[in-house]
C-alpha cells in the first residue's frame, strides 16, 4: 500500500527526490513519515507531515534541507532533499498511520506506532 522510490547514489551535495505512493488508505486522514536506517543502527525519523492540516516536521540534522509535501491529486508524499552528506546514507522507508494532530508532534519519530510501510529505497552519498 505504500510504495517508496527515487533512491540512488551521489556525491555530497547533491540531490535526490523521493516519492512515497499511497494506496488502499484514506490519504487525506493519514500522517505520512520518512524514515532511514543506516547498517548497524536504529530507523531514526526524518521528516513527516500531517494530511490533515499540513503541517511538516523535521529532524534537526534535515531541517533547511530536506522539503516535506504532499500532492493529494496523486496520493504521493515527496521529500525533497538537498546538500546531501555521506551520513544520509541510508535505506530510507516511507510509513503510515493515523494520528490525531495534537499528538503528531511528539509522536511522529517513534516508529514503533506506523502499521504502514513501504519497501524501503537506498540513498548512497559519497565524498
Known amino acids: 500500500q505504500l510504495q517508496a522510490s527515487g533512491g540512488g547514489s551521489v556525491q555530497a551535495g547533491g540531490s535526490l527526490r523521493l516519492a512515497c505512493q499511497v494506496s488502499g488508505l484514506t490519504f487525506d486522514s493519514y500522517t505520512i513519515a520518512w524514515f532511514r536506517q543506516a547498517p548497524g543502527k536504529e530507523r531514526e525519523g526524518v521528516s513527516c507531515?500531517?494530511?490533515?492540516?499540513?503541517?511538516?516536521y523535521y529532524g534537526d540534522s534535515e531541517k533547511g534541507r530536506f522539503t516535506i509535501s504532499s500532492d493529494n491529486t496523486e496520493n504521493t508524499v515527496y521529500l525533497q532533499m538537498s546538500s546531501l552528506k555521506p551520513e544520509d546514507t541510508a535505506v530510507y522507508y516511507c510509513?503510515?498511520?493515523?494520528?490525531?494532530?495534537?499528538?503528531?508532534?511528539?509522536?511522529?519519530?517513534?516508529?514503533?506506532?506506523?502499521?504502514?510501510w513501504g519497501q524501503g529505497t537506498l540513498v548512497t552519498v559519497s565524498s
Open positions: 510509513a503510515a498511520e493515523r494520528m490525531p494532530t495534537v499528538m503528531v508532534p511528539n509522536t511522529w519519530r517513534n516508529f514503533r506506532v506506523y502499521d504502514y
Open positions: 507531515i500531517s494530511n490533515i492540516d499540513g503541517r511538516t
